[in-house]
């Protein structure tokens, strides 16, 4: 179903909007969304809550912004997409309940890409790093080697194979944590942060780089620009809830709903 | 900000550089274990694999001194034997007198320190040389063929790639009291001895825990690439007659010493 618009925000006060819903994008032929999240909760360890009964559809081929101040629960929810993270709530990728058994099975349908490359590319060379994902899914030898050529390819970064990956610039590295998980082949592609700490020109390949991909794509991030112009629906979250999710022409007029969350329009 | 202090690899295309990254492993550490059994005062010997190491080092390429000039890094941690030169019976050179204890110095001590020397400095150059001419990831892979537990070439291989990571938060952080360090113009100031090393250990413990919640982000970056609690890796190497042949050559040339040293 369509999104819903209006929640109650963490102060507990009832925000009401009147914006249009966004259009889902067309289901896939089984009917399914790419992925349903259903009023999920979490708290860390410490007791801090970080999500608050969180639902959110996302359809095939969207691709959505998910916005909000430091601290709102942007990270802690796309930890739980693939389940790296365990909340109480249900999940589901495609018609895969994200359960213990199905997490190898999850994790291939689910990329996610890690706001810090240094975080994401581990392995001494970028090869080795692309055929990270490939290789624990068990796949021969030969289709990895494809696979680490396919990603490089759309990420434009074929000559690299061999490189150490500490003598990369950010902007490499950015592309390259992409790959490492593009070489997956999976649905849906989650990104945390992509934009953050680029020059103008990286970030503008960035862009174009996920315009491209014809992939489901959930990204968060600071960047309103590039919001406008990539995201056609985005989520706005705070203190661990969604405050409101529609398409990102009619909240980014909202200037209200952008200052009340520590927001800006591009 | 990059470090690469650490990066021992010198780029070339040496005979060297291009045997296999296991041949090279397994032949530096036969080296190694062939020092080891050179028994003392075997001066030819020990002569022998010097002028091997150096022959190595110009079929690789490097200057004269190259190996030389690298390995008096090392050579501190061999005074560790010291304690050798006081330890063996023999016929003695000096005495000390300290306090209640007497120290003998004895020829055979003298002998055993002067081998003990040697031998670590020979082997410290081997490894120099071993890692000037592999590049890292190259010495992990032949690591993990030669079947060296998995756990243990995982950790090296982590470290490795985090060293840098490591280094780079540290001078981050270093960087950032110096630029907090002003002083009076007048001189003075700066704190006490006391302060200051509280300081510099709260900077290592921030360290600590950064590297450990990093480390809890790398291992979610796994998981999320499916990683269910054994690496694997692809094999990119395969071993060749030339190969083999430098392999086999190396390793005759060690037994020769042996029997060399023993006549």
Known sequence: ?266 | MHVDLFDRFRAGASPIHRLDPRVKVVVAVLFILSNVLLPDGAWLAFALAFIGLLFLNALAGFDLLFLITRSFVALPFALAGVSAVFALPGRPLWAWEIGPWQLVASDAGLLRFASLLTRSWLSVQMAILLTATTQFPDLIHALRHLRVPQVLVAVVSFMYRYLFVLTDEAMRLLRAREARSARPAAGGGGGSLAWRAWVAGNMAGQLFLRSYERSERVYAAMQARAYRGHLLTLNPHELGAYDWLLGAAAVGSLILLQVIARL
Do not use: C
Not at chain 1, 20 to 28: H, R
Not at chain 1, 78 to 101: C, D, K, Q, S, T
Not at chain 1, 130 to 139: D, E, I, K, R, S
Not at chain 1, 191 to 202: I, M, T, W
């Open chain 1, 1 to 266: 179903m369509s999104p819903i618009v209006h929640r109650e925000t963490h102060d507990g006060s009832l925000e009401v909007s009147s914006r249009e819903l966004a259009q889902p994008a067309a289901p896939s032929k089984d009917g399914r969304p790419a992925l349903q999240v259903r009023q999920l909760d979490f708290s860390y360890p410490d007791g801090h809550t970080a999500l608050r009964n969180v639902s959110l559809q996302v359809q095939r081929g969207e691709k959505i912004a998910l916005v909000g101040p430091n601290g709102a629960g942007k990270s802690t929810l796309m930890l739980h997409l693939n389940g790296i993270l365990r909340g109480e709530g249900e999940i589901f990728v495609g018609e895969l309940p994200v359960v213990e058994a199905n997490l190898p099975a999850v994790r291939a349908r689910v990329g996610l890409v890690f706001q810090n490359p240094d975080d994401q590319l581990f392995s001494p060379t970028v090869f080795e790093d692309v055929a990270f994902g490939p290789l624990h899914l068990g796949l021969p030898e030969e289709e990895v080697r494809q696979r680490v050529a396919n990603a490089l390819e759309q990420v434009n970064m074929r000559a690299y194979g061999e490189r150490l990956s500490h003598h990369l610039s950010l902007g490499e590295k950015k592309r390259i944590a992409i790959a490492t998980v593009l070489s997956m082949e999976p649905e849906i592609l989650v990104l945390d942060e992509p934009s953050s700490g680029l020059d103008p020109r990286a970030r503008r390949g960035l862009i174009e780089l996920l315009d491209q991909l014809p992939l489901t794509i959930l990204a968060a991030t600071h960047d309103m620009p590039m919001v406008r112009d990539l995201f056609h629906r985005m989520v706005i979250m705070d203190g661990g809830a969604i405050i409101a999710d529609g398409p990102t022409e009619a909240l980014l007029s909202d200037a209200a709903l952008l200052e009340a969350h520590g927001l800006e329009a591009p």
